[in-house]
């Protein structure tokens, strides 16, 4: 672990050489694929020859190469024929995707960052104790394809699957357990295996490890985790902000000697770790064969997908992630938005997603923007929150607005003055925002819907998310999943004024 800090040094020292090799590595490595070949990988020379050979694409547009592959294909997209896909919903789109997995992809980019978390972890952290108890790994399910003798699944339950024994002889759950489909049932029995391990060290999405911590306490009878793993030091996580999660971690786990360390993790690949203690930003992981492009946010809204490489990006500029890796994406448009907080080294941090946004009335709303509010509005009024969502009320007689369905953990006592801070302080961060409120012309005051009935669970479940890698989506255009949420929160009420009028 500690030797391949020297090779992490080595791309910091060399970033812009270590990507133009990563780029060569993969043009020449998948030169004869059918993709190659149709677009004349031969010809291809440098980057500004990349550009020219090989339009930036979405998954819709990848994916007739993708299905020849899951349909049995060899040499599609990368050599070879691909055993494992990573099954996604997305956060935007309920239609699954199929994101394939290289062995160069599993053991060069995700089990190569698993091992850099620890690295990094180690060198931040030299008097660590965590290998000498065991690791909870909350991971999602995987079953057999239809199509043929690969595997798909959750990109969490595809490594748990395939973790060197190294790995499985310190980790919690069994692997039958760890892939299981029944999410209640799953996180049952591992809460029953783990609550009587030495565990020391965490990994999963923060919503659903939430869910199994308290499971543990509820069947250990303790007051907090650190009562039932005394030696807990580290979470590592990924997927989401976890921002609006962190105070109820440090609730149910109050040890001064816990630490936490985020990834930037996708069904794509694993592209940033973060490598210094008491920040949020990340390091942009260079070797691990996957070539990163960027687009300006505000030329990708309009249509144009004019990419620069790492040479050109400027700080605290909004960029859409292009990536072309060694699973066979080529200049693949991955969704996500981020800003370069540093160029030596390179960190960044994700901001949101490039379809997740709420523009409806020109006030260019982002997930950073909702959750840095959810967090002020939490501190100042001592509540958390457990799950949102925002969508667009549409203008019908007079303004328009915003409807935010928020789950507490903790609810504040006062609701109307927790809007009246998420109102204020998004008035404060985002200046399109504060235009459109100005005297309710355009955005009304915010209205809140409060979710207290596992209204957030049934919609995940309906839509089959139920699982590690699974989230609900922020912020949305339309009103699809606020329009659901109102017919479930309806059910349940007009249950409850049945059975209330059934006892009076």
Known sequence: MRKRIKNINAFISNPIKTQENVLAYLVLKAKETQFGKEHKFSRIYDYKSFKNQIPVRDYNDLSPYINKARNGEKEVLWPGKIKWFAKSSGTTNSKSKFIPISKESLYDCHFKAGKDM???????????????????????SISN?????????????????????????????????????????????????????????????????????????????????????????????GGVNFGPYKKQFQELIPSKRMNYIQGYNA????????????????????????????????????????????????????????????????RYLIGDVIQFTSISPFRVKVIGRTKSC????????????????????????YCSVKEYTVAPLYIDKGSGGHQWFIEFERKPNNPQLFMKEIDKELKRINSDYEAKRTRNIILDFPKLVLIENNEFYLWLKENNRLGGQYKVPRLNEDRVIANRLLSLKEKFSTINTVVANSYN
């Not at 990094?120 to 909350?138: A, D, H, R, S, V």
């Not at 209640?184 to 565990?199: G, N, P």
């Not at 992981?285 to 809204?301: H, K, V």
């Not at 409806?360 to 009024?381: P, Q, R, S, Y």
Request: aromatic share 10%; glycine share 6%; proline share 2%.
């Open 118 to 140: 620890l690295s990094l972890y180690e060198n931040n952290y030299p008097n660590t104790n965590i290998y000498n108890g065991k690791g909870l790994m909350l991971g999602g």
């Open 267 to 330: 069904s794509e690949g694993f592209l940033a770790i973060q490598d210094q203690h008491n920040t949020d930003d990340m390091l942009l992981m260079l070797d691990y064969g996957i070539f990163y492009e960027f687009i300006q946010i505000d030329d990708l809204n309009k249509c144009k997908l004019d990419t620069i490489n790492l040479s050109e990006v400027k700080l605290n500029q909004n960029y859409a992630i292009v990536i072309s890796t060694n699973s066979g994406l080529w």
């Open 358 to 381: 709420i523009n409806t009335f020109g006030e260019e709303l982002m997930v950073h923007n909702t959750d840095n509010a959810i967090i002020n509005a939490c501190e100042k009024l």
């Open 145 to 237: 394809s239809l199509y043929g003798d690969y595997k798909e699944g959750d990109l969490s339950a595809i490594l748990l699957a395939e973790f060197p024994f190294w790995v499985s002889y310190h980790r919690i759950p069994d692997i039958k357990t760890a892939v299981m489909n029944d999410w209640k049932e799953k996180l049952d029995r591992i809460a029953k295996q783990a609550m009587h391990e030495d565990i020391t060290n965490l990994t999963g999405v923060p919503s659903w490890m939430l869910i199994l911590l308290k499971k543990v306490l509820e069947l250990s009878g303790k007051r907090n985790i650190s009562e039932v793993w005394p030696n807990l030091e580290l979470y590592m996580h």
